[in-house]
């Protein structure tokens, strides 16, 4: 049997989320917003902006329209910034139905304090 490799791959980045934004003011100084944030919630757990939501949809049209025969599998993080970002590209099978999205956790970024601790 042959192994089947892709012969197309497009990868995309999760939309803005509310922890790129958090992550952004501690870069300048203002380190309270992502302590706020991250006391309520974990980073898997983060939302898209509204300009987050925004570079979605015009990423998903310029998807549509570079590959407009579309694609075999679509794969997408089981986060909840991957998951709305699938959502907003707004995808479309040859069929005119929206595409279904198979979330993977291997898909996500890693944190580096998760490396940084190690020797």
């Not at 892709?6 to 790129?20: F, T």
């Not at 595409?99 to 490396?115: G, N, T, Y």
Request: glycine share 8%; aromatic share 10%; proline share 3%.
């Amino acid at each position: 049997m042959a192994l089947l490799r892709p012969e197309l791959l497009v990868v995309a980045r999760h939309i803005q989320s509310e922890g790129n934004v958090a992550h952004q003011a501690e870069l300048e100084g203002e380190s309270k917003e992502i302590i706020i944030l991250n006391q309520n919630r974990h980073d898997t757990n983060y939302r898209g902006t509204d300009f987050g939501r925004w570079q979605g949809r015009i990423t998903g049209k310029f998807i549509s329209l570079a590959f407009p025969r579309g694609f075999d599998r679509y794969y997408c993080s089981d986060t909840n910034r991957g998951k709305e970002t699938a959502g907003v590209f707004d995808l479309k099978n040859s069929k005119g139905e929206s595409v279904i999205w198979d979330p993977q956790s291997l898909l996500r970024e890693r944190d580096s304090r998760e490396f940084a601790a190690l020797t």
